[in-house]
């Protein structure tokens, strides 16, 4: 009975991070995944990976962490957690984007580690050196129109002077089909991963590795993200680069 019980109880540790071992979740990710405020959150934590995103950036307690265009403040209010009362979490809403920023207007309003940096997207600063930038399906919207155009490597190059040294940079997106470079980025929404991870590095940064979370090899890389038929299900990178230390 108690083997059976240890059993269960390790399987529901699973399900709960998406399959992830348990050791791969630090305590304070798991903490604020738990935090009894994100029960509207948690209703998408198998879908979007929240808890192995998070403990990929290896963002912790009391670093400054800048989130680029963080929609609806999924992983916002998950940073402000993990990285708590003495970090700091810089939501960066760029000028020209086409959505009302309300919802981090909110988490600002409620969360007292989180502020709200509008600012153009061509022109990114951050009030202090942080240890983690991290965006969510947006790198693809910079080079588009309506962000400007803002060029990529006038991106990663400030990302690269707001970092720390040793500092990491994470980008989720939805895949391209490889080859496709940009092409995609204002049609069906998506990137070429190959091209991002050349940009990146291109910048001055260190190709640290991905994780594998939110891969769907069934998505035909081809079709628009915000179609029914595979919308929240789309095959997305999760890629880690680091600042090197000199």
Request: charged letters at 25%; a positive charge; proline letters at 5%.
């Amino acid at each position: 009975m108690k083997r059976i019980a240890c059993a269960l109880a390790a399987l529901a540790c699973s399900l709960a991070f998406g399959g992830a071992a348990l050791a791969q979740i630090p305590d304070y990710v798991a903490k604020a995944v738990a935090d009894p405020g994100r029960a509207a959150d948690a209703k998408n934590d198998e879908r979007r990976k929240g808890a192995e995103i998070v403990a990929f950036s290896t963002a912790k307690p009391g670093d400054k962490v800048l989130e680029l265009i963080p929609g609806g403040g999924y992983f916002t209010r998950l940073f402000s957690k993990v990285v708590g009362s003495q970090g700091r979490v810089y939501a960066v809403w760029p000028n020209e984007y086409d959505e009302k920023a309300d919802a981090v207007k909110g988490i600002v309003k409620d969360y007292g580690n989180v502020d709200l940096l509008m600012q153009p997207a061509a022109k990114l600063t951050a009030p202090q050196p942080v240890d983690v930038v991290f965006t969510s399906q947006n790198y693809h919207d910079y080079p588009d129109k309506f962000m400007g155009p803002t060029d990529l490597k006038v991106l990663n190059a400030a990302v690269l002077a707001a970092l720390k040294p040793g500092g990491v940079y994470i980008i989720v997106d939805h895949s391209a089909e490889l080859g496709s470079g940009l092409r995609d980025t204002d049609t069906v929404h998506r990137i070429d991963e190959t091209a991002v991870k050349q940009q990146v590095v291109a910048a001055g940064f260190e190709y640290v590795g991905e994780s594998d979370v939110l891969r769907n090899k069934s998505d035909d890389r081809k079709t628009n993200v915000f179609n029914p038929a595979i919308r929240g299900r789309t095959d997305q990178f999760v890629y880690k680069f680091r600042k090197p230390l000199k």
